[in-house]
């Protein structure tokens, strides 16, 4: 069984401190936000982070797209585009989706486990205000002299051991960043393991903290290696040595095999969370319990395990010995048995349910169709005679964003529909959550299914200009980027009329929540589950 | 929070921040072993042994 129905929790979870829990005592105005320790109030502060380096990822996606509008140069220079390729990517993944799913499991966990806070509070607090700096040192590189690193998110070498200034912050913010998600993972880890309410064995916990058990396992393994791949890095700019430098008997194509040897399983650590989501919202609006619980937790263990030896497929065109290609392909597409199995006990769950389509199950149902459109496009590239054809261009671009806009992102927008009662205690505004999704739906299709023709008419990728018979599929996309980027505008102001007040939201305002969190009132009070609750 | 939770939290966060110096260091190594592919699918193998492990030791509670 994935959740806990009500009957089965003895005692609950407010905790009263003589019935005065809004008075509770924490420092209020800023200093609240800069020293709090609780996890509600981290992960609220996770999640406007998130936001706002959505949004500001988002503009320099728009940038490239007005530049790519038409071919030639208009609006930046070449440099400067390569430079926003590059922190478009970098802020998306570790300013906007990481940051996200890690708001979501601070606000969650605790309150899906029975548990009072994380395991390590004051660390928590930390983790999180280094992401700001981090996220001021690598958009600033995009002003340094030389301007911002020209080498795509994946800073491969030789190039990134050339580029100026700004290299040195972007490497630096990495190492901030990987700090925070190692600092992040250790807290999610030990809470998960050592917090959970009486009764509630690992096999009865909500599906979301398996899947961040297992992102947080998969953080913990892969970012110190990212952390020692970008200290070689700085070494080789800085200290004489020459790791990846060829020049000085290094090995540029080593830097490769440990960036995706992170990369990869990033992919997941990514998704994985998003997994989690849409594994809560499905059953809820189908109004049925998720079918196949333990396989699905099976099949997320397998996808984080396979994550770990498909990493070369990303190095195709490196001259692998055969051998190894024949692996790696075959790994990749064993990748698409555990994930096949997701899909199909999702679509069970709705099977003869009572599904109704509010905001959050809509967003669920997008990620389904477009996330597995995602994946099959996945199973294309991991063919490595096709993958030689389609290396670096923009197929390779619809294909990741297929995964990580209407996949991750699609699956946060239906969770924050989904939990925004919980948080703020008022109900979203239904009518506008709708167009948010339908807006989001539709211009994300229109933006980024032309560039699967782009790419198999062979339109390169991180290339300011392009070839005249590119045009037109260009122009729709650069259309369909706007459309999508003004719908995340409804998002932003339901968001904030939401938290500002509308209709009272009830403890349980969706009658299929299953979960802890539902036993409480809304606004979750401050301070949850202090004497844990028992599951029987 | 109860005194053997702390140190149970303590324990358990110490296994963690042991096995990120491992993968650290293990970045590092992966240069000196002269063939990517091996040392990479030593550290692959290591993660794969741990995840069972770690999963594996906390599955009947």
């Known amino acids: 069984m994935s959740s806990v129905p009500h009957d089965q929790v003895a005692g609950h979870g407010v905790t009263e401190p003589h019935g005065h829990d809004e008075h509770a005592h924490h420092p209020t105005g800023i200093m609240r936000w800069i020293t709090t320790t609780n996890h509600k109030d981290i992960g609220t502060l996770y999640l406007w982070f998130s936001m706002t380096m959505f949004f500001v990822g988002g503009i320099m996606a728009l940038t490239i797209r007005a530049e790519l509008f038409h071919p030639g140069l208009q609006i930046v220079d070449p440099e400067f585009f390569n430079g926003l390729t590059t922190l478009h990517g970098l802020v998306m993944i570790f300013g906007a989706l990481m940051p996200g799913a890690v708001g979501f499991a601070n606000w969650m966990i605790p309150m899906q486990i029975g548990a009072p806070d994380m395991a390590f509070a004051r660390m928590n607090n930390w983790s999180f205000w280094l992401l700001p700096f981090a996220a001021v040192l690598l958009v600033s590189s995009m002003f340094m002299p030389g301007g911002p690193p020209g080498t795509g998110w994946t800073i491969y070498p030789p190039l990134s051991v050339e580029n100026g200034m700004g290299m040195d912050l972007t490497i630096f913010a990495i190492h901030i960043m990987g700090a925070s998600s190692i600092m992040g993972s250790i807290n999610i880890i030990t809470t998960i393991l050592n917090l959970r309410a009486p009764g509630m064995t690992l096999m009865k916990m909500p599906l979301f903290c398996w899947a961040w058990l297992i992102t947080a396992y998969l953080l913990i393994a892969v970012m110190p290696v990212l952390a020692g791949a970008v200290t070689m890095l700085l070494t080789d700019r800085h200290f004489g040595t020459s790791f990846f430098n060829a020049a000085g008997g290094g090995d540029p194509v080593l830097f490769q095999h440990i960036f995706w040897f992170f990369g990869h399983p990033e992919v997941y650590i990514i998704v994985l969370p998003a997994f989690g989501i849409i594994s809560e919202i499905i059953p809820t609006f189908s109004r049925k319990p998720l079918f196949g619980y333990a396989s699905m937790v099976y099949a997320l263990s397998a996808i984080a395990i396979l994550s770990f030896i498909v990493w070369a497929h990303h190095m195709f065109t490196t001259g692998l010995p055969s051998a190894s290609i024949l692996f790696y392909m075959y790994a990749t597409m064993l990748i698409a048995v555990p994930t096949g199995v997701k899909v199909f006990n999702w679509l069970a769950t709705m099977w003869k349910g009572s599904i109704s389509l509010e905001a959050p199950m809509l967003f669920a149902l997008g990620f389904l169709f477009l996330f597995t459109l995602g994946g099959f496009t996945g199973l294309v590239l991991a063919i490595q005679p096709i993958d030689v054809q389609f290396q670096d261009t923009y197929y390779v671009v619809a294909h990741f964003h297929y995964v990580m806009v209407a996949g991750t992102l699609f699956a946060f927008f239906g969770g924050t529909y989904y939990w925004l009662p919980k948080w703020t205690g008022h109900m979203y505004d239904e009518k506008l959550a709708d167009w948010h999704f339908w807006g989001s739906f539709i211009f994300f299709n229109v933006a980024f299914f032309p560039m699967h023709f782009l790419g198999l008419a062979g339109m390169p990728r991180r290339i300011p200009d392009y070839a005249q018979q590119f045009t037109d599929w260009n122009m729709v996309s650069t259309v369909g980027a706007f459309g999508f980027g003004l719908s995340q505008l409804i998002f932003l102001y339901v968001v904030i009329k939401t938290i500002r007040g509308g209709e009272k939201a009830p403890a349980k305002p969706w009658d299929g929540g299953m979960t802890l969190e539902w036993t409480l009132p809304s606004p979750a009070p401050y301070h949850t589950f202090e004497h844990p609750p028992t599951v029987k | ?61």
């Open chain 2, 1 to 61: 929070m109860d005194r053997n939770v702390r140190a149970a939290n303590r324990r358990t966060g110490l296994i963690l921040l042991s096995i990120v110096l491992v993968f650290f260091v293990g970045a590092f190594a992966a240069r000196m072993f002269g063939s990517p592919g091996v040392s990479i699918a030593v550290l692959g193998g290591a993660v794969v042994l741990f995840l069972v492990l770690a999963i594996g030791r906390n599955l009947r509670r």
